[in-house]
């Protein structure tokens, strides 16, 4: 039988939603092992005075497996 623990992480990128989520996933994996998947649990852009994304945000919530 196994345990799993869900976290919820907040991570940022300039570039893409994409890239936000696979830097929340790195960062976390360099503390957290047994990582099995992530949802994104939501999304959000920072813009400029003209509605140009400047910086895209997400929260993930990550599950891992306990040993």
Not at 35 to 57: C, F, H, L, Y
């Amino acid at each position: 039988m196994s345990v799993a623990k869900i976290i919820e992480v907040n991570a940022s990128s300039k570039t893409s939603m994409e890239d936000a989520v696979k830097v929340g996933l790195k960062k976390t994996s360099e503390t957290v092992k047994n990582i099995k998947g992530a949802w994104v649990n939501e999304i959000k852009v920072v813009t400029d005075d003209g509605g140009n994304v400047q910086e895209w945000r997400v929260n993930l919530r990550i599950t891992f497996v306990v040993t």
